[in-house]
């Protein structure tokens, strides 16, 4: 039996025989879901080459400009857990196909935005409806290969096209920015949204009658998001008032306030909570969920520090700058391929301890980067280290935060692992981002800037470090699912 993952010695009633459920075309479900991951991948590195287009075109200040990659982050991340939870009550082929509509229009609004906010609010939106659709599609995957070779075949499809998604993403924004404008890295997503729709309507069946448990807990789900929002708001204002400052304390004070709040309400609520605390009790769902944090927070911001190194340190244009992310695209999908090769005789927790040694130590080599380098020197060798170390982890990851989950909160477990690896990128990109603005002493020459991102990139080393370690804590190998 596989390591990525085990199967039931018995399912639930409603799930064995139910006519169209999620195993009568595998195929196509599993289709489905890698349009969907390769699309909710490709958006959160997309806009990356784009920024500074961006800011020209729409006027953003400096400080406003991040904010065109949190309120994605922030809504998607905080939402996925009501997402996962709504999958599970009403259906996950229903709220995958919400979601997807919803994701769609959203692109389409923000390639037509003509103010600042506009695009705010239409990143936000994009947040919400991948909110949806990423957990529903990972718990659709989960359900229609319980275990078994398919189940590792499965999820090395998943992981691939997660990991070409967000790689290539770079690619195609600096070739969508130089050649047919920014707005076009909004755009992208609107035929992909679409055909992801259409084929999931008609190859996506019904599934077994969802859950009618209590209604989803929107309080919670409201308070976690407002809560990390303030946190990310407190500390990428600490470039105008001081870590000591009474702004600063005050808004983490609140944010901290707000997150407390979230907790109190998940233990006390009389709805259906977003997560089920006892759920952090199983220590591969809480050691995958810690990896996955500081991994997201660690590839956010080093994918930003890297591609303003090439634009602004280099001096090269958007579509050269996204060719140059090509063989980290490529060698992250041949980490992929490589993982499911090693899934079938080596347990997720070496893969995950792996991949991230071997990330961190490329992400160290590009702390290395000088003013003076080139694609040859600085960016080529890490690029494939890096690449292969992130692509090792990612299915292993996966399968180890729905492990010894029960069918029932698939869902939640799925929404739960991508929520982490969102907040994390924000909160990475937010805390990496100032000790980097702060290491440039607010100047912008290649040198002061070059000094700025190579801090950003080692402290990116210094997580993934920190990420392997978190992996010793996972089980070395887990039993089937309660």
């Given amino acids: 039996m596989s390591n990525f993952g085990t199967r039931s010695k018995s399912s639930p009633p409603n799930e064995k025989a139910a006519p169209g459920g999620t195993g009568g075309r595998p195929g196509l479900t599993l289709a489905v879901v890698a349009v969907v991951q390769f699309m909710v991948s490709l958006d959160?590195?997309?806009?990356?080459?784009?920024?500074?287009?961006?800011?020209?075109?729409?006027?953003?200040?400096?400080?406003?400009?991040?904010?065109?990659?949190?309120a994605y982050a922030l809504t998607f991340g905080g939402l996925l857990l009501l997402g996962g939870k709504a999958a599970d009550r009403y259906?996950?082929?229903?709220?995958?196909?919400?979601?997807?509509g919803l994701f769609g229009l959203a692109s389409l609004a923000g390639g037509f935005a003509q103010e600042p906010g506009h695009l705010v609010a239409a990143r936000a939106a994009q947040g919400a409806g991948a909110a949806a659709l990423a957990p529903a599609a990972l718990a659709l995957l989960a359900a229609t290969f319980p275990g078994g070779r398919a189940r590792v075949r499965a999820f090395g499809v998943w992981s691939a096209t997660n990991a070409a998604g967000g790689a290539l993403g770079v690619l195609i924004g600096g070739l969508l920015t130089e050649y047919a404008g920014w707005r076009w890295v909004m755009f992208v997503n609107v035929p992909m949204a679409a055909g992801a729709l259409a084929l999931a309507w008609r190859g996506v069946p019904a599934g077994p009658p969802p859950s009618r448990g209590g209604r989803p807990d929107v309080l919670g789900a409201v308070l976690a998001t407002a809560g990390m929002t303030l946190l990310v708001f407190g500390v990428v204002r600490t470039d105008r008032y001081a870590w000591t400052s009474p702004v600063t304390l005050a808004t983490l004070a609140a944010a901290a306030a707000l997150l407390a709040a979230f907790v109190r309400v998940e233990r006390t609520t009389t709805r259906e909570p977003l997560v089920r605390l006892g759920l952090l009790a199983n220590r591969s769902v809480r050691g995958a969920n810690a990896y996955n944090l500081l991994v997201g927070a660690a590839m956010a911001a080093a994918f930003y520090f890297l591609s303003l190194y090439l634009q602004r340190v280099l001096a090269i244009g958007p579509a050269p700058a996204g060719l140059m992310f090509l063989p980290l695209a490529l060698a992250v999908v041949a980490g992929s391929v490589l993982a499911v090769k090693l899934g079938y005789r080596l347990p997720p927790r070496t893969l995950l301890v792996a991949g991230g040694l071997l990330t961190?130590?490329?992400?160290?080599?590009?702390?290395?980067?000088?003013?003076?380098?080139?694609?040859?020197?600085?960016?080529?060798?890490?690029?494939?280290?890096?690449?292969?170390?992130f692509g090792l982890c990612l299915g292993p990851l996966v399968a180890t935060a729905t492990a010894g989950v029960a069918s029932h909160e698939t869902g939640t477990a799925s929404g739960l692992l991508n929520s982490s690896r969102q907040i994390g990128a924000s909160l990475g990109l937010a805390a990496l981002g100032t000790a980097a603005h702060h290491r440039t002493g607010g100047t912008g020459t290649p040198e002061t800037l070059n000094d700025g991102y190579a801090l950003g990139l080692t402290l990116s080393a210094v997580l993934l470090v920190a990420a392997a370690l978190v992996a010793l804590t996972v089980p070395r190998r887990t039993g089937p699912p309660a």
């Fill in 44 to 70: 959160l590195s997309v806009v990356n080459v784009g920024l500074p287009r961006i800011a020209a075109g729409l006027d953003f200040s400096a400080v406003g400009l991040t904010w065109v990659i949190h």
């Fill in 91 to 100: 259906g996950r082929r229903r709220v995958l196909l919400l979601g997807l």
């Fill in 360 to 389: 961190a130590t490329g992400f160290a080599w590009f702390g290395l980067i000088s003013p003076d380098g080139g694609f040859a020197t600085d960016v080529l060798g890490p690029s494939v280290i890096a690449g292969v170390g």
